[in-house]
């Protein structure tokens, strides 16, 4: 949660917004914060079973990518963009399927070791 509100206010310090989005595309940054953002999330979760896991990692996300979005339409230099929203969600699932696929190739470590 502390990641996520440092990301807001460093968000909101205009002069850092230029330089990012004059380096980066918005989007990209977009996607880059919430796949890092989702990967905290996925670690910081205690479920016992995987698929719950994934599904609470990207309620969070949405619901935090949807919270991001609404602090901006109190934002004098910030526009809320739903396409915004979209990129932070499509960060997440990028996250979740190397995730996904990390816990596959080990899986099969594993197994050839046996």
Do not use: C
């Not at 440092?6 to 940054?29: C, H, Q, W, Y």
């Not at 991001?68 to 004098?76: A, R």
């Amino acid at each position: 949660m502390v990641i996520y509100l440092v990301m807001v206010v460093l968000a909101n310090i205009r002069p850092l917004e230029r330089a990012f989005i004059g380096t980066f595309s918005d989007k990209l940054l977009h996607l880059i914060t919430y796949m890092i953002l989702a990967i905290l999330v996925y670690r910081g979760l205690k479920f016992e079973f995987f698929i719950e896991k994934l599904l609470a990692t990207l309620g969070i996300i949405g619901l935090l990518a949807a919270l991001d979005e609404l602090l901006q339409l109190f934002s004098s230099h910030r526009v809320a963009d739903f396409e915004d929203w979209l990129y932070d969600m499509l960060g997440a699932v990028f996250a979740l399927l190397i995730i996904m696929a990390y816990r596959f190739a080990r899986q099969l470590l594993y197994r050839n070791k046996e």
